[in-house]
């Protein structure tokens, strides 16, 4: 057909339309369903219909399904604009360990589970339905309309295998003690018995705000708890460490920078009339708490009553910067490194980091200020190698320990399936763990992180995620959770296996801000393939939320204590419980041992008397004294060390040196096949920070080196 305008040029015709490129001319043919050259083992299922008319799923006034007012067969949704295709979506799902998924509208793709299909109201429709091209690769189609081209991937090749126990093989919950005290931060001493704090304002109005446990009285509850004193600011929000001093000493570091303590005393008829600094009479100076160095030296032994008191004088030992949400670790040379942190509620960011004792002026970090406020509580590890981890928001780095400047940036932390920007540290809570070493320590250590949030939408990680830090050429490996997980506790058990406990799934951390309660333990086995390694094991009662713990005993068994919200729907939580690994519910009896020398040097060789138990096959294991809170169990080091035995004596080797383990206190175990023993503290690499001469006050009583 003649142009109109020119009528010497041709303009197409009826249905048809001449074609002018620049350059090269793509002809793309009629998009069709992609069904062959899928990535990994995707197949294509067909067309999907769901109801439009369906409304959202929510639960405890949250709506947990995909946006807008229709409810999705899968929820997870990623608006890929000009990249959503097949192999694009596709990629994302099973690279998080969706085994489910599929394209609408073009641009949206789609992650979940098989089952959901059914869950949720899908039909099958004419693979004609499914007719809008996929931005991404114009030859495929990418559904259209409420309508998903729909993929699954082959179940002859899972992406991850869970296993569900039951019996004793699915461990067990069992109440243990009636709590006086909602713990911010729990710590197992060297004296075998558990340290409780709490924030100020949480339990009853005469309270110290500070309690031990006996675990050996725990039968008799007028006897188990021992009231503490001592404490002159707020603990909220604080880091917990212990000393590798020769006392095993109790620190906590920082605090909160609202009404705070003051050290008033006064005399309360609840508590036998005794003097004693209460919260109605701490009051003033709010700021003292964000400054708090607080010492305590466990005394005592189990069923041995123990008289120690906290110590404290922000007038003459405090941090340089105060900090609300810090974290603290013992650096190989003994010191102490303290990071991050706020100036209070909402407040400005401490990007900074120092040491104790205090050696020089704080550091600024750039990337703790950039990524203000969602890395507090920073996860921190000395790594083999010399340098130190640090894991905040979504990222990871490794410092260099005499400078303390970036030697590394890793790659950074994956997220959800559909947010790369989910974070792991507080608020976005979830919670880390540093795999366990082997003797003879050659091969690279690995970090775990489990759970988390997003922002906005607060929508709980479902993964885990770990890699390991000194390999330059490694990545961050995805395993998928059996549900999703905010505020989790992982404690490791001196087996070599991780109990990841607690938490929500759905919210983020701090007061009402999550929902759903997650019941469900879950064991996590690094010695099974990837994305064979967890177990869901048994379920609790209690909801353990914002401010709950999880802290290995040295009978084996996990201590789960605390919850406080501050929600209507889930009360404060005085209920302490220990969660029974199945090595705890066996009937196998518990090896036992004497020890001598408890004050071990690097590689030196520790002589052990087995007294019973079959030495054949024999294990040790070394667990880090560990202060639990907000999901970082500062402290936490698994160290299998060589053995052999002959007869009824085994001669242990010490780690070689203070960064495949850092100078400090441990729970040494024996194992009799998968059998733990009683733990007996050791301190391992001495004292070479002199912690125990410091602080010089007359404020603190100081066990020397």
């Keep these: 057909m003649n142009c109109g305008g020119n009528p010497a040029q041709k303009c197409g015709a009826g249905s048809r ?13 009629v998009p069709k369903s992609q069904k062959t050259d899928l990535p990994g083992k995707w197949e294509w299922k067909g067309c999907l219909a769901y109801d439009t008319s369906r409304p959202h799923r929510v639960l405890d006034g949250l709506t947990i399904d995909s946006e807008g007012t229709t409810k999705k067969i899968w929820k997870y949704q990623s608006i890929l604009t000009k990249t959503n295709s097949p192999t694009e979506c596709l990629s994302r799902c099973s690279r998080f360990g969706f085994m489910a998924g599929g394209m609408e509208y073009g641009s949206e793709c789609y992650c979940g589970d098989v089952v959901d299909i059914q869950t949720n109201g899908g039909t099958v429709r004419p693979e004609s339905e499914c007719s809008t091209a996929c931005p991404g690769d114009p030859r495929y189609l990418c559904g259209s309309g409420s309508r998903l081209t729909w993929y699954e991937w082959s179940l002859t090749d899972p992406l991850y295998k869970w296993t569900y126990a039951s019996g004793n093989a699915a461990g067990s919950y069992k109440f243990f003690v009636p709590g006086v005290v909602v713990p911010l931060l729990t710590t197992v001493g060297v004296n075998g018995k558990i340290s409780f704090i709490e924030k100020q304002g949480t339990g009853p109005a005469n309270s110290t705000g500070a309690f031990e446990l006996d675990p050996s009285l725990a039968g008799d509850f007028s006897k188990a708890w021992r009231t503490l004193r001592g404490l002159k600011t707020d603990v909220f929000c604080s880091a917990g460490l212990t000393l590798p001093d020769k006392a095993g000493r109790q620190i906590t570091i920082g605090g909160w920078s609202g009404t705070s303590t003051v050290s008033l005393s006064c005399s309360v008829p609840a508590l036998g009339g005794v003097h004693h600094t209460s919260w ?5 100076n709010s700021r003292y708490a964000q400054f708090g160095v607080r010492l305590y030296t466990p005394d005592g032994s189990p069923g041995t009553a123990s008289v120690n008191d906290w110590q404290e004088n922000a007038a003459e030992v405090k941090l340089q910067k105060g900090r609300w949400y810090p974290s603290g670790m013992i650096m190989s ?32 970090m750039d990337w703790l200020l950039r990524t203000d406020p ?11 190698g010399g340098g130190i981890f640090v894991g905040y928001y979504n990222e990871a780095r490794i410092l260099d320990p005499a400078t303390l400047g970036t030697v590394r940036t890793l790659p950074q932390i994956p997220g959800n399936v559909n947010n790369p920007g989910a974070g792991r540290t507080y608020p976005l809570e979830g919670a880390a763990m540093m795999m366990p070493q082997k003797a003879p320590y050659t091969e690279p250590v690995t970090i775990l992180l489990c759970g988390g949030s997003t922002t906005g939408a607060a929508t709980a990680t479902d993964n885990c995620v770990s890699i390991e830090p000194e390999n330059p050429s490694s990545n961050w490996t995805i395993e998928r959770m059996p549900s999703q997980r905010v505020m989790p506790c992982i404690t490791a058990l001196p087996d070599g296996t991780y109990l990841i406990a ?3 799934q759905q919210g983020v951390a701090g007061f009402g801000l999550a929902n759903t309660p997650n019941l469900n333990a879950v064991l996590y086995d690094p010695s099974k393939p990837v994305n064979q390694r967890m177990t869901v094991m048994a379920n609790t009662t209690i909801a353990r939320l914002y401010h709950s713990e999880a802290i290995l005993m040295q009978d084996g068994r996990v201590l789960i204590s605390g919850s406080d919200p501050q929600d209507p729907k889930f009360p404060q939580e005085y209920r302490v419980e220990v969660f029974e690994p199945p090595y705890a519910l066996s009937g196998l009896p518990k090896p036992t041992f004497t020890i001598a020398n408890k004050d071990w040097a690097y590689g030196s060789q520790i002589t052990i008397t087995v007294t019973s138990g079959s030495t054949a096959g024999m294990r ?5 004294a560990v202060s639990s809170t907000h999901g970082n169990s500062m402290g936490q080091r698994t160290i299998f060390p060589a053995i052999s035995c002959a007869g009824n004596t085994c001669t242990v080797t010490a780690p070689p040196n203070d960064r495949v383990c850092p100078p400090g206190w441990f729970q040494l175990f024996l194992l009799d096949g998968p059998t733990p023993s009683m733990s007996t503290w050791v301190r391992i690499g001495g004292d070479p920070a002199k912690l125990g001469n410091w602080p010089q006050s007359k404020s603190f009583t100081l066990p020397g080196i």
């Design 17 to 29: 339309m001449s074609v002018y490129a620049l350059g090269d001319l793509t002809v793309v043919p």
């Design 333 to 364: 040379n003994g010191s102490m490194l303290v990071v991050g942190g706020e100036d209070g509620s909402n407040g400005a960011p401490v990007p900074s980091i120092e040491i104790l004792p205090q050696v020089g002026p704080v550091i600024e």
């Design 374 to 384: 969602n890395n507090l509580y920073p996860f921190l590890y000395v790594l083999p």
């Design 502 to 504: 607690n938490g929500a």
């Design 280 to 284: 109605p009479a701490m009051k003033a």
């Design 620 to 624: 040790a294991s070394l667990m880090g």
